[in-house]
Structure formats: C-alpha cells, structure tokens
C-alpha cells in the first residue's frame, strides 16, 4: 500500500501557508509513488514554490535513505527485508516494510576503481598519442574531430562521450595521485534543473535557509562561459570560442624530456601538461574540492571565486565532485542534452529530476537538438588550404579565426550529418539561400528536430520520478501530447495551487477602449495606425498619474516599440509622460540590460524619497515580450505597481520552422479532427491577412492553431507575472487589447484571457470604457497604500 502523506516538513524555515503545506504533501506523496512517477506542479511566482520544492523533495531523499538503511533489498524479487529481524519490527508501519529500499549509503565514499559511468578515455586518445609520437605533420589536426563536449547557454551541440580524469597534471604529478580513490557513486540522487544560472543561484540562496545545505552534500555545475578563470580564454567573449578554446588547450598539451640520474643508471622520463595554467596541478583540483566540500551549499559565484583564489579551474573541480553529491543543480543543456549527460558522466538510474520553468519544456529539448552549418563553415577546410599553399589569402584569416575556429566548422557538419540518423517524421531540413546584398551567414542548411516525446523518454526512462514544476504550466493536454503521448491524463499527477496573496492585492483589467473612446484593437492590420499609437499614448498619459512607483509596459515585438516610441517623440507625448515618470527602454542587447535596470529602480527610489516639488513620482519602463526583461526579472513591490500588456504577442508566422513544428503538431494529434475548424481558421484571417504563414494555420489541425495561441498566452503570463512577488506585494495589470474581452464581437472562440492563470483570471475585470479603468485603479491603489 503505498505511504500515507507527510504533512510535517520540520526544514521548512518558517510556518508555511496552508497552500505551501499541501504542495509539499503532494510533492513528497508523488515521489512515494515511483517508481517512473511523473508530476507537473503548478504554483504561482511568489508563492514560494522552490522553497517547497527542497523541503519537500529532499525530506523524501533522506526518509528514503533512512528507510533503505534498515534494510535490504531481495536480490531475487526486489522485495523489501528488515535487517537484524529484531522485535522492534513489529511497530514499523506496513507501508515502510513493504517499501523498496535502495542499499544503504556507504559510510566510506572512496572506492578503488573509477566509476565506469564517469572514466573512459576520448575515443581520439589513441591516435592523438601517436600523431604526438611520431612527430607526424599537425597542419591539418585541427580539422580532426573530437570530443565536443561545451555545455553554453545558447545551444550548442555536444558529441558523445566521456572525459578521463579533468585537468591535464604532469605525469610526475599523475603518479603521485595514482594512490587517490574516487568518490563512490551515491544514489538516489536529486537533480534540479533550471534554464538560467541566474535562477539556479536562487536555487541555491533558498537551500542555504534550510537544514539541508548542511546536511547534505550539494554540488552545482555550470558552463565555461560562468566558471572559467583564464582571464586570457575569458577575453574571447563569446561561449562557443571559449569552449573552444579551453579543448584546444587540453588537446596542445606541452611536452618535454626530463633526465633522471640514479644508483649508477639513467632514464628519460616525459613530462606532459596541459596548456591552460588553471589545469596544471592535479593537487590544487584536489585541494579545490576540499574547500568546495567545507563550504555547504555554494552557487556559480561562489565557485568560481574559490577557483580564482585557489588557482584552480572550478569548472572541471565541480564535475569531479558529481558522484559523491546527493543534490546536483544544473542548467537544462547538461541534463537534458544526452551527449551533456555522458560527457559529464550523470548517472540518472533511479534518481528524481526537478524540471523548473517547465512551461516552454517541449520547445527547449527540439531546440538542444537543432543542427545548422553556415556557408562560411563549409568553406573552411579550402580557406585554410589556400592560406596553407599560398602563404597568404585575399581573406582576412585573422577575422575568420575570430569569428569561429576551423573545429567549431568541422563540429558543425558533423553535427549536422548525425542529425540525418533521426527519422524522416522526427525532423525537417531547412535550405536556406543568400539574399541578394545580404551576407554569407544568410545561406546556411538547418536540420530542427519536432518530436520532444522521444527526447524526453530517455530522461525518464531510468528515473524514479520527473517532476515538472513552473508558474504556469497549462494546458496540461498540450504538454501531455507533445512529451508524454503514451501515458494518459488519469497517469499524470497534477497539482495547481492559488497564489498566496489576498484578493484585494491584484487588480487584472481588460482594456477595451482608449479616453476618446475608440477601441483598442492591436491585431497586425491596426496596430500601426497613427490613430491607435495616439490613443495608446493618451491613455498612458492618463495611467502615469494615477500609478505610484514603476510602471513596466510591453511591447509584441522591438520593431513596434521603436515605431510607438519614435511616434510618441514626435508628438510630445513622452514629454508629457517625462513630467510624472523617469522613462527608460529595453536595449536589444542583453549585456546593457542590467544597467538599464538599475537606472529604473534608483529613479523609483529617488522619487520616493525626494518627490516633494519635482511632480515625478516614479518610472516608466518600456520592454518587449520575449525579451530578458519579459522572463528573466522580478519588479516585486515599487519595481511594478502596474504592468501594461499591448497587444497579443502572437509568433511570427513568417518562421518557418514554427510554422513546421505546428504543422507536426496538428497532423500527429489525436484531437486535429475535432471541434470547428472553419470559426478557427476566420479567427486568424482576422488576426493577419497578409501574412503567408497563416495558410499553415488554415490547413493545420486544431492542435497545431491551439499550441499557436498557446504560444502566446504563454509569454503573456510569464510577463504579467512578473510583479507580484511575494505575499505582501500588489500591483495592476492592464491587458490593454479589446480581444482579452470575452464581449469582442470580432471573435469566434473564446477569449485569449481564457488561457490566464487562474489566479488571474478568476479576478480579471472587463473595463468597458476608460472612465471605469480609471475609477478602479484609484480605488485599488488608494485601499492599497493604506494597507501597506
């Protein structure tokens, strides 16, 4: 019979809302269930969702090992037997002794051999000794493929594989380490993972409240990009040449002869080490995961300042200390990717795996598995010939070198070519030609994968349990097609809760209409109209005055944001809006994003505190959907008293491999056939008539127009959501577009604000014209400041 729920998380730092006890209840008891349990936890920003997740996930870890600690498991029907057969065993419960232990935690973590699953030397390891050893000719080696093996954010592709020993020590230095055991392999295991070193930093800051970080042994692994201290492969800029970099100064390892004198005899003895300072000392690695280990719980910044200090490489130092750990946090690519996983040596055999920000799941595994060579990449190996013959080259080889060395060009054909192993259904090939005047980059042959259900198979195929969790991760059936087709909906265990904050504390508004009384209508054939930007600007002319603090407004896309912008300049209307907030916009590239941030919050600050005279009384911030801002940044309290959503960001149907991935999806749902196709496909006549991708809609299933739609809602719930932050938080959201009313005679099906957070929705107030927008934000921001 399977456990009965724990209702008592003692780690938990404080008392725990009624809503947070039962997600924990419900966590603990869907991990009871394994094996090959499979849970999607809903829960709102703010309502302490993470906080729930280790309390409860890791008081299941350790039960779990108390539990296999007093006994053993039959070796013959994997049943459960209590140790000792004392008669105490009378008073364990029936479900403790019918649970499958795992063995018990050695106590000793040192074993004599490597671990099979983390030790194998690259299969070009051979070869490379002997081209070495014979003085052969290197001009070409660099063509050569190996062992890819770079972990960066932005997707790129690792080969199979696993690493010797990381680090690159002398062989004098090796021979005195040959006495070093490894760490044995501790399971179960608990991996979290996350899509941004940023949240798994706020992963860790969350352990570190709790019992656990002590307790337990905690290891967090990150990319090159974020862990390197080789301040001359950090200048390169860019992730892909610094992983690049960093193999190719393992694979130039230095070499040289050293004489040995002796009890009348003599020897030769080779001295090999590698390239790159940071892996030149074997001890100092040893010495790094000493400290790392002494410290508890320690984020991306703490390793890299304790690899800085030591004069070690912490990137490498972590991925030696996996095997040992009882929680790994890592980002998406390492776990998610196959080839990540066995370069790193992860071994997921009955362990649990925490998906966070599972909302976009689906899309992000297709992506891992993307696979596209550039026309300049195929050229590369005859640039180099030419260089090679001529002595010199009407190209500039300098500029090639610092755009991508020849591996990186090599590394993606050979991607690419093995992306042709898939199944003709699993994936397309896109042909991309170079426009007339436009650059070589432009022509380029990508292969995007559509079927995440096989991909993420082989991440819960050998698991105890998945869990999948985000803010807002519905609708269910969606997710349930596209990455587990096979289990039904009844197999999939599902928990939503209600955010923590009172009723009173958000105010959710459909606009419709603008203080002149035209209608709001930002579908593609009306957003540009003079006179829409003129009444949007209007509005928020009106909505600056009423709104204390920040005010955060966003755009579909950064091309109409310019267009409103450059509008409101020339009428005057950002003068008008300057005289009551500091206005501020979102750069396109992400590294000016911080700056641009923080200029927001001082001027909300200073207007707080010194806004006697100056009539300005906070900030405006203009952002895009989609963007950093959008996804990756809280506005909790002052940062966001109100959040404007313009329009409905829908995707560009002009991206064919969206239009690809939707095709896929309609025509492999069992629903494609059902409901009205014809109300479905006006709908999007509606939305954009001039746009060619919309043909896709029109013969698509309704699956694949649902998982259109859904694309959008989804990025409109990830920015609207960005305000509320915690219990005692409060703020406005204003869906400033009449098709978020459910009255809008200019659709067919049901509103877009069907697809808002129940949180949301359940309190979503339809404003019939801008008097009584105006009126209920006065009321709600009055009520508002005097409660708080």
């Known amino acids: 019979m399977p456990p009965p729920p724990r209702l008592d998380f003692p780690a938990f730092p404080f008392t725990p809302y009624p809503i947070q006890s039962e997600f924990m209840s419900f966590l603990y008891a869907a991990l009871s269930s394994g094996p090959r349990a499979l849970a999607l936890l809903e829960s709102p920003t703010g309502t302490g969702k993470t906080l729930s997740i280790i309390c409860s996930a890791l008081q299941w870890l350790v039960d779990h090992r108390e539990a296999a600690g007093r006994g053993h498991p039959d070796q013959e029907n994997g049943s459960a037997t209590v140790a000792g057969g004392g008669a105490g065993d009378d008073d364990e419960p029936d479900w403790m002794r019918d649970f499958t232990p795992l063995l018990p935690k050695p106590e000793n973590r040192k074993k004599t051999k490597p671990h099979p699953a983390r030790r194998q030397e690259p299969r070009n390891a051979k070869d490379s000794e002997k081209s070495e050893g014979i003085g052969g000719n290197d001009s070409e080696e660099e063509f050569l493929l190996v062992e890819y093996d770079s972990d960066d954010e932005e997707g790129t592709r690792r080969q199979s594989g696993k690493r010797a020993h990381c680090g690159g020590g002398s062989s004098s230095e090796s021979e005195d380490d040959e006495g070093e055991e490894d760490e044995a392999e501790v399971t179960p295991k608990v991996y979290f993972t996350s899509r941004t070193h940023s949240q798994l930093s706020q992963f860790v800051g969350e352990l570190k409240k709790t019992q656990f970080s002590a307790k337990l042994r905690m290891v967090c692994l990150g990319s090159r990009m974020n862990l390197c201290i080789n301040n001359d492969v950090r200048k390169l800029g860019s992730a892909n040449r610094i992983n690049e970099r960093c193999l190719e100064l393992q694979k130039n390892k230095k070499s040289s002869k050293i004489k040995v004198d002796g009890d009348n005899q003599k020897a030769r003895q080779a001295k090999i080490s590698c390239q790159c300072p940071m892996l030149r000392k074997r001890s100092l690695q040893k010495e790094f995961r000493s400290e790392v280990s002494a410290n508890g719980a320690l984020d991306i910044e703490d390793l890299a300042q304790i690899g800085k200090k030591i004069g070690t490489c912490p990137y490498y130092g972590v991925r030696d200390m996996v095997p040992a750990a009882d929680l790994v946090v890592l980002p998406y690519q390492s776990l998610l990717l196959k080839s990540a996983r066995e370069s790193l040596g992860l071994n997921l055999k009955n362990s649990v795996i925490i998906i966070d920000e599972a909302h976009n799941l689906a899309d992000s595994l297709t992506s891992m598995y993307n696979s596209k060579v550039t026309c300049p990449q195929v050229s590369g190996y005859a640039n180099k010939l030419i260089i090679t013959q001529d002595g010199a080259s009407n190209l500039n080889h300098q500029q090639q070198h610092d755009e991508g060395s020849t591996i990186s060009s090599f590394q993606a054909v050979a991607n690419f070519l093995r992306s042709l192993l898939n199944s003709n259904v699993d994936g397309r090939i896109i042909v991309a030609r170079q426009k007339p005047g436009g650059q070589p980059e432009d022509a380029y042959l990508k292969f995007i994968m559509l079927c995440p259900e096989k991909i993420f198979s082989e991440v819960t195929e050998d698991a105890h349990a998945v869990v999948m969790a985000g803010g807002t991760l519905q609708p ?105 907030k500091c206005v501020f916009r979102e750069p396109k590239n992400s590294v000016n994003v911080e700056g641009i941030l923080n200029k927001y919050k001082e001027a909300i600050q200073s207007c707080s505190e010194h806004s006697q005279g100056t009539g300005v009384n906070g900030a405006l911030l203009l952002a895009v959907v989609g963007g950093k801002i959008s996804e990756g940044i809280n506005f909790s309290d002052g940062m966001g008293r109100c959040v404007l959503m313009v329009g409905l960001p829908y995707p560009s149907p002009d991206d064919v491999e969206l239009m690809e991935t939707i095709k896929h999806i309609g025509n492999h749902s069992s629903s494609s056939t059902v409901g009205d196709n014809n109300s479905l496909s006006s709908q999007y006549d509606h939305e954009c008539t001039v746009e060619p991708g919309f043909d896709t809609l029109r013969r698509c299933g309704k699956s694949g127009r649902e998982h259109y739609e859904n694309l959008c809602m989804k990025a409109v719930n990830q920015s609207i959501g960005r305000a509320i932050r915690h219990v005692n938080d409060y703020a406005a959201m204003l869906l400033v577009d009449s098709r978020y009313s459910s009255t809008s005679s200019s659709r067919s099906l049901s509103c877009p604000a069907e697809k808002l957070p129940q949180w949301i929705k359940r309190r979503l107030t339809c404003g019939k014209n801008y008097g009584e927008v105006h009126r209920l934000l006065l009321q709600f921001f009055k009520i508002n400041k005097q409660m708080h």
């Open 476 to 580: 269910i059936e969606e997710t349930r097609l596209r990455l587990f087709p096979s289990l039904s909906t009844s197999d999939v265990k599902f928990f939503s809760c209600n955010h923590i904050v009172p009723a009173e504390s958000i105010l959710p508004i459909a606009v419709t209409r603008g203080p002149s009384g035209m209608e709001f209508d930002f579908s593609f054939g009306s957003r540009r109209s003079p006179a829409m930007i003129e009444e949007l600007g209007r509005f928020l002319c009106n909505i600056v005055t009423i709104v204390p603090d920040g005010v955060v407004m966003f755009f579909t896309s950064y091309e109409y944001e310019k267009q409103v912008y450059d509008a409101w300049t020339a009428s005057g209307t950002i003068s008008k809006i300057s005289k009551k």
